[in-house]
């Protein structure tokens, strides 16, 4: 008559072992899971900031209006009487564009757009004719993005031209503008914006 055979103390620690070692890959499967889903909503972050921030920098700026400025020499007029209300260089914008703000609430403003230590910062002013410069240092700022490192524009006067780093008032707006971002250490891709409202190679 055969007796009932049990486990060995052998087999027990063989068992525990395969069992801990099982465990051991579970547990570091699910945090490596988690550890990519966190990089996944951040990188998925990234991509919709930046999406939402270029877009409506497209669509401002590409609404740049040609409007004027009359008056004396002033911050915002380099010279001369009369000139088209869009300046800027390789680390600042100003320009007016439209804004719709409700039924009752638009109109034309005069935007304002620069990296200030780490933060790229929107400013504007209803806009006027009048010679008076803005202080933009007073105009209360909406921050479109932060942990900015570096902010670069340029600025096209010609179809196949040579992209320039500044652009004085005059009575013409540049055919497009260009913008080089970096935040979050990582460069957004070269953002060209079309001032003519036609949709071409501008390069």
């Given at each position: ?30 945090r490596t899971f988690g550890n990519t889903q966190n990089t996944l909503e951040q990188v998925t972050d990234r991509v919709d900031e930046m999406r939402v921030v270029s877009d409506f920098l497209r669509n401002s700026i590409g609404a740049a209006m040609p409007v004027v400025r ?134």
């Amino acid at each position: 008559m055969n007796r009932a055979r049990g486990f060995t103390l052998l087999e027990m620690v063989l068992s525990l072992a395969l069992f801990s070692m099982m465990m051991l890959a579970i547990v570091s499967a699910m945090r490596t899971f988690g550890n990519t889903q966190n990089t996944l909503e951040q990188v998925t972050d990234r991509v919709d900031e930046m999406r939402v921030v270029s877009d409506f920098l497209r669509n401002s700026i590409g609404a740049a209006m040609p409007v004027v400025r009359l008056g004396e020499f002033t911050e915002d007029t380099r010279g001369g009487s009369y000139g088209t209300y869009f300046r800027g260089n390789a680390e600042e914008l100003v320009w007016v564009a439209p804004v719709v703000a409700g039924a009752d609430l638009g109109g034309a403003f005069v935007m304002h757009l620069s990296r200030v230590d780490d933060r790229l910062e929107l400013r504007w002013h209803p806009y006027n004719r009048d010679v008076t410069a803005i202080v933009w240092a007073e105009q209360s700022p909406r921050v479109l993005l932060d942990s900015v490192s570096s902010l670069e524009l340029g600025y096209l006067a010609r179809f196949r031209g040579e992209w320039e780093q500044e652009w004085a008032p005059g009575q013409n707006l540049p055919l497009a503008v260009r913008l080089n971002v970096a935040a979050n250490e990582r460069f957004w891709p070269e953002l060209v914006i079309s001032l003519s409202g036609l949709s071409m190679n501008l390069r």
